[in-house]
DNA sequence: CGACGGATTGATCGTGCTCAAATCATGTGG
DNA sequence: CCACATGATTTGAGCACGATCAATCCGTCG
């Protein structure tokens, strides 16, 4: 089911103004250590949490990729973000979560017990500050992405977008995407052949290589030109 | 230059699910009154804060109305967040702000020293913890309103936002408008052409009744399901 | 090799945008 | 009080971007 390339896309995180799910790794984990380590593994297309579920705990991505989604009733989806390896997600402050999570490939993820986080955060101010930055980070993403999804084109959507992943990603300029076309169409607020029809039109004008469909080599200085702020 | 309907706009705030500013109020404003309680007015159309510039202070509303925004080089503009009485903004983790705030109408705010605020919270857990919930609170909006960006039409974005303003103002049914249809059309990723065309097939359709241009009476019944999730 | 799912490309359609004009509301000065 | 100016809103006509429907193309796996 899983293509290698799916499998291998696992890169450190860079840092960048653009991650949506933030790194408070630190003292949280410290905390983490203590509670619940148990790791577990989702294989691909697999519901990790429903939305409106309880949420009863906290994940944390090792290996693979998320994607956290709202559905309408006729089945309009929009997908708020994507986890990558090092991004906490499923943290909320309501008692019930607000996304649906699913595993875009097969993922690794450490799970931590939400309740005892909020024991944590109760008595370590560090905690609870750090539980504060990671959520303040996450809403600034959002509002990068509200400017996307309200007034950007197609093709400024996309290059923001792959910028976006190359930021995120380890190498520079080589982006291996785990998630559909799709996917990405999901995230934007676009379908799936406009999504195309835009990285093939960066192609064509030298913004990007592609070595297959997955695989995409940025032209940076090019790209960034199309994609105002 | 103000209509009086427009300096009119105080209503309280009702409970909701949909409003984007919290209120943390509570504990907040105990640690608020001993630092800094300066309120000030500013004029419609006045800026608050500009995007980038340095996080001195918090806002929250006392009355009229706030619109936060961002903007792409050529002027496209998208608004994040309408802020109402009550409603808290400009509190932000990171220390600059993050969209430029401006009076809708002319606006009473109270302010709060940023500084202070921090201090408080690097000593009482109370405060952190708070801080953390407002900020998820204001994520769950955004991410609410990516579904409405990313995939609604404008029938359903319009109806959605007649729906959320109904819900954070006084009088259920009710409306008075404090924002213009350009306002709103950057608010919902549309043009003031399109908000003003909606507005009026759900007037021919019973949704909805217009006192003037700015005063809406609302059919929750039908605008619901003309609106989605 | 053939089957399958994902991606690309093509042709056409439609929602929402653009450009433009008419209407309405509010405020000003005669 | 009314005529007029101004700005906001509504309405109209035509267009364009992205959506939809459909046909290949491609890579992977049986």
């Given amino acids: ?32 250590s203590q509670t619940a380590g148990a790791q577990f593994t989702y294989r691909a297309e697999e ?9 009863e705990f906290v994940y944390k991505v090792v290996s693979g990729a998320v994607r956290s989604y709202k559905l309408l ?18 943290l909320e402050a309501s008692d019930t979560h607000q996304l649906t999570a699913e595993a875009v490939v097969e993922t690794k993820v450490v799970l931590l017990k939400r309740r005892s986080l909020e024991v944590l955060a109760a008595q370590d101010v560090q905690v609870a ?3 504060w930055t990671a959520a303040a980070e996450n809403l600034r993403c959002a509002e990068q992405r509200m400017l996307l999804l ?13 910028v976006e992943m ?5 190498a520079k300029g080589m982006i291996d995407l785990p998630m559909s076309r799709r996917d990405v ?12 029809r835009a990285i093939s039109q960066m192609r064509s004008t030298g913004m990007l290589r592609l070595a297959n469909a997955r695989h995409v ?9 199309a994609m105002d702020a």
């Fill in 1 to 32: 089911m899983l293509s290698t390339q799916q499998q291998n896309f696992r890169t450190a995180r860079a840092d960048s103004r653009l991650v949506p799910q933030i790194s408070v790794d630190t003292e949280l984990l410290a905390g983490y």
């Fill in 47 to 55: 519901e990790i949490y429903g939305e409106a579920e309880p949420a």
């Fill in 129 to 131: 500050y750090k539980l």
């Fill in 150 to 162: 309200g007034r950007k084109t197609a093709l400024e959507r996309v290059a923001s977008f792959l």
């Fill in 185 to 196: 169409a999901d995230y934007l607020g676009l379908t799936l052949e406009t999504v195309s």
């Fill in 217 to 225: 080599e940025l032209n940076r200085g090019k790209l960034l030109n």
């Fill in 166 to 170: 190359d930021d995120r990603c380890g």
């Fill in 73 to 90: 009733a006729d089945g309009r989806r929009q997908i708020g973000a994507f986890h990558l390896p090092g991004d906490l997600f499923g």
